[in-house]
T-cell receptor, first 114, second 110 residues
Framework: EAGVVQSPRYKIIEKKQPVAFWCNPISGHNTLYWYLQNLGQGPELLIRYENEEAVDDSQLPKDRFSAERLKGVDSTLKIQPAELGDSAVYLC????????????FGQGTRLTVV | SQQGEEDPQALSIQEGENATMNCSYKTSINNLQWYRQNSGRGLVHLILIRSNEREKHSGRLRVTLDTSKKSSSLLITASRAADTASYFCATDNYGQNFVFGPGTRLSVLP
């Protein structure tokens, strides 16, 4: 069984440019998460989806970040425009449902904004 | 905000020794999970312990949970160089999101 797939693995962009990350969760997983992880820190939640509905986006900086999960499967996270402080690893995870189940993580996308 | 707080922040031991790391949290939880992250990689789930459980084992891993003290510990016995990684606890707060602590960086020296 394939795990959570993220692309690209690495991305270097200039500040003020747009960038998009893609996530393909494990088949059958209803819950999808996007986390941000700074160096030496734990993951911090950006947004959580239950199927195609964003049920928690309270930590998503909506002035520049947006996300979508079409048809309740794949998801895209976008930043426009990117700032230097956005340099981090963006992790996607999925699980069967929120509560009482483990989350499976992708390898992450390491973003460097120069 | 981070619910869990791992302790110590960093731990260095010799191969074959046991490693113990702790996690403290603030609010009531449904379950607590431990994850491992190798450098530059995604997180790998290690073990889940529910709020009505006190201890759980998986291979060389032993997790305890004390809900009265709002704390958990992860014990890795007979450590190996391959155990070198960052370890995170994550709390599941009754249908809310997994909240991760800052992690413990474990170095196992050959």
């Amino acid at each position: 069984e394939a795990g959570v797939v993220q692309s690209p693995r690495y991305k270097i962009i200039e500040k003020k440019q747009p960038v998009a990350f893609w996530c393909n969760p494990i088949s059958g997983h209803n819950t999808l998460y996007w986390y941000l992880q700074n160096l030496g820190q734990g993951p911090e939640l950006l947004i959580r989806y239950e199927n195609e509905e964003a049920v928690d986006d309270s930590q998503l900086p909506k002035d520049r970040f947006s996300a979508e999960r079409l048809k309740g499967v794949d998801s895209t996270l976008k930043i426009q425009p990117a700032e230097l402080g956005d340099s981090a690893v963006y992790l996607c995870a999925s699980s069967f449902s929120q509560g009482g189940t483990e989350a499976f993580f992708g390898q992450g996308t390491r973003l460097t904004v120069v | 905000s981070q619910q869990g707080e791992e302790d110590p922040q960093a731990l260095s031991i010799q191969e074959g020794e046991n490693a113990t790391m702790n996690c403290s949290y603030k609010t009531s939880i449904n379950n607590l999970q431990w994850y491992r992250q190798n450098s530059g990689r995604g997180l790998v789930h290690l073990i889940l312990i529910r709020s009505n459980e006190r201890e759980k084992h998986s291979g060389r891993l032993r997790v305890t949970l004390d809900t009265s003290k709002k704390s958990s510990s992860l014990l890795i016995t007979a450590s190996r160089a391959a155990d070198t990684a960052s370890y995170f606890c994550a709390t599941d707060n009754y249908g809310q999101n997994f909240v991760f602590g800052p992690g413990t960086r474990l170095s196992v020296l050959p």
